[in-house]
């Protein structure tokens, strides 16, 4: 139960705090009609976090009212009950399982454009699994999802290429976007101790089954963007945002979507 | 460069099948492809299309007004062409 | 000859009722006048987005968060509607914004006013799109097809905004004292920049009598002003709030509400460049510009090249 709710959370939190960090893009894109492409991703994002969070907050109230402790902070709302709104908002830092990739900071367009396909690329894959889940309600989200994520992985695909294969400045800014977004992408292979659990059950999604095809996904486009993958000399070392290590993004992240939620518990908004 | 505009294109959106397409407003894309995704984040936020067609702005060719009385005058009498030219019985219905 | 009967033409559609289209003949101070309204009106639309924005990663809720980000994007819409209706009058969207980066084009001065609570996107929401709503539903029988198309589109859109900043400032009045507060300061805020979204006075507004002519405007400012105070003086009563206007008073008969004596002062000076944010506003608009070109730059480079590919192909 416990891995169960642990793992709604994880797909709760990667789709909210993206949706968050593209959202700060809104009012402030490089022209009009992609000012309002990335605010739709961010609805969509935001849309499916609601989703899980809605299924984990009944999870997490059902094994309440059977006695169990509650297996996550942020059930303590207005009611005493636990809402999508509670797991958002009441919860810190390492209470959130993300990872890092979807917290790092926006930068330039070509950065926010990478996060995003390795990102989309990433949830293609896992959601075309996670709708065969033993668990019939995340089964039916990712299906409902995967419409939106199949359109994310286009549109973030074409900008690759485009920001590739556009112009030298275009070009050298999406290398460097490579060069730091790269070694966030190890982190979505590795399987939690929850999700372990909860691929065992049949519930989960095994990663490796689907690494390669998101490898293979990145290769394409990298091929058709002209570019590489980088070098990597040494182990880089890395939190494991999935078990509440995030970078300190995270804690600005929180601070500012969580701000009127502290400042004025208990309230109604 | 970066002081000229995309290039302009027109948006057609069938809102429902076995309707036609309908001129919805026009947008800026590099590509016809960018162009039809631009449509679907601008025109159809709301659902309300089920097919686009995008053209770009410079390839619509437009009647010139002041030739109007020539191209539309003589369908003016054809009334023929027109539904309500036929009298018919009022019992016949949904005709 | 030709020209005085072109004159005679357009004079009589605009009697008429009948719809000006982009390649119809037109006075060149009609288009010169709905280049400047409707780029303008873009403007609004574009600044417009920024003041609200500035909440999304703040809404206190995930619903808040995502029907905020909604809104916003719909703005991006209307503006880009709007913009395309002026680019039918033969000017490019990168000159409108031109003149609006370079400060030439103004923009709806409310927009120069800060968002300090999140009691703000409630009032923005009730006061200032309800005033756009007042001034924009006439705007769809405006005398120009495209100008009236793309208003119509944006009046269908705008009401869930109204009623959306509406159950914001409803939700916060039934709720604690602070939040009560929050939405008083709120209204106390923005209702007199509100009502001066209708523009200066009849007697003193240059552009209002030829427009109304010309059918482009079918109010004046002050009936439209009128209009909006009556039904707001109502709707507040529902929020248990006040507006802060202690002339605000019934008036049996004339049937209508008195209200006291709008600061055109101030009014001027924010149109002016002075206001609390103009710079702010102004800043941000030309900084995503800007960080925008590289962008803009490679995806047409990107299509360039593509094409010159495809047909290299074929040949």
Known sequence: MNALIDYTLHLADNALILGHRNSEWTGHGPILEQDIAISNIALDLIGQARNFYQYAARLINDSTLQGAKAPSPGGEGVGGEATEDTLAYLRDVKDFKNCLLVEQTNGDWAKTILRQFFFSAYQFYLYQHLQHSKDETLAAIAEKSLKEVTYHLRWSSEWVVRLGDGTEESNSRIKKAVDDLWVYTDELFEAASFELLATNEGIAVDLSLIKNNWLKKITDIFDEATLRFPSREGQAVRWNGKDGKHSEHLGYILAEMQFLQRAYPNNYW | ??????????????????????????????????????????????????????????????????????????????????PTFYELPDELKNM | MQIINEEKIFADKIDEEIKIEPKDWMP????????????????????????????????????????????????????????????????????????????????????????????????????????????????????????????????????????????????????????????????????????????????????????????????????????????????????????????????????????????????????????????ERLEARVKAHEDGAWVRDAAAAYSEKRKSREQKAVA
């Not at chain 2, 995309?6 to 948006?11: D, R, S, V």
């Not at chain 3, 006013?113 to 005033?131: F, Q, R, S």
């Not at chain 3, 859109?157 to 709120?186: N, P, W, Y």
């Not at chain 3, 805020?189 to 007697?203: A, E, L, V």
């Open chain 3, 28 to 279: 060149d101070q009609y288009r010169k006048t709905l280049i400047r309204q409707i780029s303008q009106h873009a403007h609004s639309e574009i600044v417009g987005m920024l003041p609200e924005a500035n909440w999304i990663t703040r809404a206190p809720t995930l619903r808040r968060k995502a029907t905020l980000i909604a809104k916003v994007q719909d703005e991006a819409g209307h503006g880009l509607y709007l913009y395309s209706a002026a680019e039918t009058l033969n000017i490019s969207r990168d000159e409108m914004l031109k003149q609006l980066h370079s400060g030439k084009a103004k923009y709806s001065s409310i927009f120069n006013y800060p968002t300090l609570t999140w009691a703000d996107m409630g009032a923005i929401g009730w006061l200032v799109d309800g005033a756009a709503i007042m001034n924009q539903v006439p705007l769809c029988r405006c005398s120009y097809g495209p100008y009236a198309r793309a208003m119509i589109r944006i009046c269908k859109e705008e009401s869930f905004h109204q009623r959306q900043g509406f159950e914001i400032l409803l939700t916060l009045s039934k709720g604690s004292k602070a939040q009560k507060q929050m939405a008083q300061d709120a209204i106390n805020r923005w209702w007199w920049p509100s009502i001066m979204m209708f523009g200066p006075n009849d007697d003193a507004s240059p552009h209002s009598k030829q427009s109304m002519e010309w059918k482009i405007k079918r109010f004046s400012n002050d009936e439209l002003r009128q209009k909006f105070i009556d039904v707001c003086a109502e709707q507040v009563k529902i929020l248990g709030l006040v507006l802060p206007d202690e002339k605000l008073k019934w008036n049996e008969e004339t049937k209508h509400y008195d209200f006291g004596e709008i600061n055109w002062e101030e009014f001027r000076n924010v149109v002016n460049g002075n206001g609390p944010c103009n710079k």
């Open chain 2, 1 to 82: 460069m970066s002081n000229h505009d995309w290039p302009l294109w027109e948006i057609f959106i069938r809102s429902k099948n076995g309707l036609d397409h309908k001129h919805a407003g026009s947008l800026h894309a590099t590509d016809a492809q960018m162009a039809i995704e631009n449509a679907r984040d601008v025109y159809t936020r709301r659902m309300e299309g089920v097919s686009i067609w995008v053209v770009e702005s410079k390839y619509i060719h437009a009647s010139n007004p002041d030739e109007s009385s020539s191209l539309y005058d003589p369908a003016n009498d054809k009334p023929y062409r027109h």
